[in-house]
């Protein structure tokens, strides 16, 4: 399978914040949810890979091209989605689409019209009268008009309520069912990933902690729920978010494949058991450890 | 890089269109006779109209975050800052050939057309100047940090006439004769390229700015 985006020890440094070797691939095909608290990083991986910011090291290669290099060409084959949207304020969505037409040498404007169709937007309105979730579908009719290979996608979710969410991730699953496509959402709300996504990353406080399919990762991590006594002490040490209750405790496992048969006995004796967890368990348990 | 000029051009054609009116209009009431103020008039026009360009247009971009806009799209910075001085550059070969032509066509004597010309050839490369500097400041501090300094700068630069005036007290036709002079002994074709260099100078300049600041 060829890799849609290959990101290479990639360094930044800010003064209070560093992006540390960053190693990612973006396999074409594949919906990639890029998870992580605020101020993890996301943006700035994002940002460096459509060339609005310089790493300090590492490479970013985008269908096979130098990122740098061929920066105008790779945007030509990318859709973007920012969680804030900057249009020309006092224009209308018809003169955005036009300008924007303009770039692109692939741009099919019956499929934008369709689009803005769709999504119910106004060729006449100016696009500062457009709420929020309007700009963002806006930006979404922008990013597909031209048919792009890949979608990057920052936080494009953020603020909106759930009945926009949902139909807005829905395109975005459309978008890769036909398996050439790859998309690259980042986002900190995991129900989003959850939804759409085939493979998760997630970041912390600027570096990779995990990178993983989705489901594999969802069958490996797991929430133990144990009496006093039943869970031998070093497995207990392996645990994160352990918690102690009156009757109980509980711990998550990033191993649960490995820990199944030693559990069996427990779990048939109801003194242990087992709950699957969410992404959102998952990230907390990363982010806070033990 | 042309959608951008297309973008950008309603700033300038609206200054344009002003100025036009403007200097038709004292062209046709003074019967194009090139009395000195309608000379200096045109010649400010020129500035007023490029500088004036620049200004609405940049203002434009950072009220509406434009280049966080197109820095999503596919175009280069280069491309950006090309079509930003291409602009300035046509707008002000437009009107100072418009000038020069409508002066040509004075029935004022040969050599106050020529120095007419003069004037509003060497305010051309004034404008131009300033409109490359402007760009320069503005992809190196940001627009509303620039228009800050560039206010100073003009009120600054509106006591010079009057310390000129004082420096040269009970002598003013010495002054206007300076002026003359200098104005009769600009040679054009040294002026224009190295105006033209330099102002290619600073557009490069500005994209190497524009690039380092949007990239760190």
């Known amino acids: 399978m060829t890799n849609a985006v290959e990101i290479s020890q990639l360094r930044k440094e800010y003064k209070s914040f560093t992006l540390e070797n960053i190693s990612l691939n973006v396999p074409e095909g594949i919906i990639m949810g890029f998870i992580g608290p605020n ?14 910011i310089k790493p300090k090291a590492g490479t970013v290669k985008i269908f096979g091209l130098e990122h740098r290099k061929h920066s105008k060409e790779i945007k030509k084959r990318i859709g973007y989605v920012g969680e804030d949207q900057f249009f020309y304020g006092d224009k209308t969505v018809a003169w955005t689409g036009k300008f924007v037409s303009e770039f692109y040498d692939n741009w099919d404007t019956n499929t934008f019209q369709r689009l803005l169709t769709e999504f119910a937007i106004s060729r006449t309105k100016k696009t500062r009268e457009l709420s929020k979730g309007m700009k963002v579908r806006l930006s979404m009719a922008l990013a597909l008009a031209h048919d792009p290979e890949l979608m990057v996608l920052d936080e494009p979710t953020a603020g909106l309520d759930p009945v926009i969410r949902r139909d807005i991730l829905e395109r975005f699953r459309a978008f890769a069912e036909d398996g050439r496509k790859s998309v690259l959402i980042s986002s900190h709300i995991t129900d989003d990933i959850t939804r759409i996504a085939d493979c998760v990353t997630f ?88 | 890089m042309w959608n951008i000029i297309k973008r950008n051009i309603n700033s300038f054609a609206i200054y344009l269109t002003v100025v036009f009116i403007f200097t038709g209009f004292i062209a046709i009431s003074l ?107 503005i992809f190196s501090i940001g627009y509303t940090k620039f228009a800050v300094i560039i206010l100073s700068f003009l009120v600054a630069l509106g006591l010079i006439p009057m310390l000129i005036m004082k420096s040269y007290q009970g002598r003013m036709d010495v002054l206007a004769d300076q002026i003359l002079e200098f104005y009769a002994g600009l040679n054009w074709w040294i002026i224009i390229p190295v105006t033209l260099i330099a102002y290619f100078g600073l557009m490069a300049l500005s994209v190497r700015i524009k690039s380092y600041r949007n990239l760190v």
């Open chain 1, 39 to 52: 101020g993890a990083g996301k943006t700035t991986t994002i940002k460096i890979m459509m060339d609005m």
């Open chain 1, 203 to 290: 970041l912390v406080e600027g570096q990779i902690v995990l990178s993983e399919a989705k489901d594999e990762l969802l069958s490996k991590w797991k929430r133990i729920h144990y009496k006093e006594g039943a869970l031998d002490e070093k497995i207990v040490k392996t645990l994160t978010s352990r918690k102690a209750h009156m009757f109980a405790h509980s711990g998550v496992t990033n191993d649960y494949p490995s820990l199944k048969g030693i559990l069996a006995e427990g779990i048939a004796k109801d003194a242990i058991k087992i709950e699957n967890v969410n992404l959102d368990d998952v990230l907390i348990s990363l982010v806070k450890g033990v």
């Open chain 2, 31 to 137: 019967n194009n006779e090139l009395k000195v103020g309608y000379v200096i008039i045109s010649g400010f026009l020129v500035i007023l109209q490029v500088v004036g360009g620049t200004f609405i247009n940049e203002q434009y971009e950072e009220k509406h975050k434009g280049y966080v806009f197109l820095s999503i799209l596919p175009v280069t910075e280069r491309e950006i800052v090309a079509a930003k001085f291409l602009l300035a550059l046509i707008t002000n070969v437009i009107f100072v050939g418009f000038l020069v032509l409508l002066f040509s066509l004075s029935p004022s004597p040969p050599e106050e057309i020529a120095l007419a010309q003069s004037f509003v050839l060497f305010m051309g490369i004034v404008s131009l100047a300033l409109a490359g500097l402007s760009y320069t400041g």
